[in-house]
């Protein structure tokens, strides 16, 4: 036998070998023969949806226990809403193990992310997402979440003693701050000072809701020594009328003036002043 026909049956030879084994891990056969029937679900799933992720491995496991691609079933299953990291598995001999690790929702980040326990931002990617959650509206980059989340914790316990709860914050791009107090009141804070002046309006907040029996509204912080409130139902047009002194003599469309007594440490309202700015001490951001 020549050396060609030597080596072209050496070729015939493994190529009988191979092209089986090729075949079964490619899919191409064996499906049948050693098919993939039990999905296993590991983790405490709470959010993710079982019926998307049997869907997302399913297209894998139909190629039979030897061609199933993890890489791609797990990379699928991580793209869900609410995996935070997965982990895809087979075991001999039908067996398809799927671990998940759930994103633990802390707050709304903007229009279409959340924020986790842990600090990632994740995409909302049309999750149900809890009622419960704060929102944070924050114009700035993803560097400020601790800022973010620490004047949330403290301006939460500050407001808790009243049974009142942070449920928005705000921060533009110039760093300046805004609450929403689950009471309906929006906290203009600003750029500076923001928890010394959250502390203050905190401590007077109890005095001030008994003083008046409407609901407050609006409270703007940006003053050296005192803030504005705004009472009743805050409306667009009631702060126009009031802000010129003319017309909207109703009690609930009208920002009355509340400054802070520096020595003995309350709140005196200002008498027969409607005004929306401070005559002694000016405005900050």
Do not use: C
Not at 43 to 61: F, H, I, N, S
């Amino acid at each position: 036998m020549s050396a060609f026909l030597r080596i072209a049956a050496w070729i015939i030879a493994v190529a009988l070998v191979v092209l089986p084994v090729v075949a079964v891990l490619e899919g191409w056969i064996g499906a049948e023969r050693w098919p993939l029937r039990t999905l296993r679900i590991g983790g405490d799933l709470k959010r993710v949806d079982e019926q998307k992720l049997r869907a997302a491995v399913l297209p894998y496991a139909r190629n039979g226990f030897f061609a199933i691609r993890l890489e791609d079933a797990q990379a699928a299953v991580a793209k869900l809403p609410w995996v935070e990291r997965a982990e895809v598995r087979k075991r001999w001999p039908d067996v398809v193990e799927v671990r998940i690790v759930e994103h633990r929702p802390f707050a709304r980040w903007g229009k279409d992310k959340l924020l986790s326990e842990d600090g990632d931002l994740f995409p909302l990617a049309g999750a149900e997402v809890p009622g419960s959650l704060p929102r944070f509206d924050v114009d700035a980059p993803a560097a400020r979440i601790a800022d973010v989340v620490a004047l949330y914790n403290e301006a939460s316990e500050m407001f808790a003693p009243e049974g009142v709860r942070v449920r928005e914050v705000s921060l533009d791009r110039r760093g300046s701050w805004s609450l929403l107090l689950s009471n309906g009141v929006r906290v203009v804070v600003g750029s500076q000072e923001a928890r010394l002046r959250l502390a203050r309006f905190a401590r007077l907040l109890p005095g001030l809701l008994a003083q008046n029996p409407q609901r407050l509204a609006r409270a703007d912080l940006r003053y050296t020594n005192g803030f504005a409130l705004t009472w009743g139902d805050g409306t667009e047009a009631g702060s126009q009328a009031s802000a010129g002194l003319a017309g909207g003599s109703a009690p609930n469309r009208t920002w009355r003036l509340a400054r802070l007594h520096a020595l003995a440490g309350h709140v005196f309202q200002q008498p027969n002043g409607w005004s929306s700015r401070f005559t002694t001490h000016g405005a900050t951001t």
